[in-house]
């Protein structure tokens, strides 16, 4: 069974910075696509970040790219988020996934963790 437990999350003043971190276990995640979503308040699910375990290759959306960065570490198991600049627009519950196949979607999700960016 894939668990991904997401921490990190907090409190930081629009300008600042936090890093996110996702412990994934259960299986070998050789192939996988691992993503972080994240999710404003009374909006839908969006997009951040996804980075291929293998090879490491990153792709990010449009609005955090610049600012945001995510990593693996495949020796532990992780995979990070690191969030500068960060804006009150970056306010919402982000999540790490966990996709077997890249193109088909997510299999896998943590219960996510709360930023909240004062102005």
């Known amino acids: 069974q894939v668990q991904l437990v997401e921490s990190g999350g907090g409190l930081v003043q629009a300008g600042g910075s936090l890093r996110l971190s996702c412990a994934a276990s259960?299986?070998?995640?050789?192939?996988?696509?691992m993503g972080w979503f994240r999710q404003p308040p009374g909006k839908e699910r969006e997009f951040v970040a996804h980075?291929?375990?293998?090879?490491?290759?990153?792709y990010y959306a449009q609005s955090v790219k610049g600012r945001f960065s995510i990593s693996r570490d495949t020796a532990k198991n992780t995979i990070s988020l690191q969030m500068n600049s960060l804006k009150p627009e970056d306010t919402a519950v982000y999540s790490c996934?966990?996709?077997?196949?890249?193109?088909?979607?997510?299999?896998?999700w943590g219960q996510g963790t709360q930023v909240t960016v004062s102005s």
């Open positions: 259960g299986r070998t995640f050789s192939n996988y696509v």
């Open positions: 996934a966990a996709a077997i196949r890249a193109g088909l979607g997510y299999d896998f």
């Open positions: 980075i291929t375990w293998n090879d490491g290759t990153t």
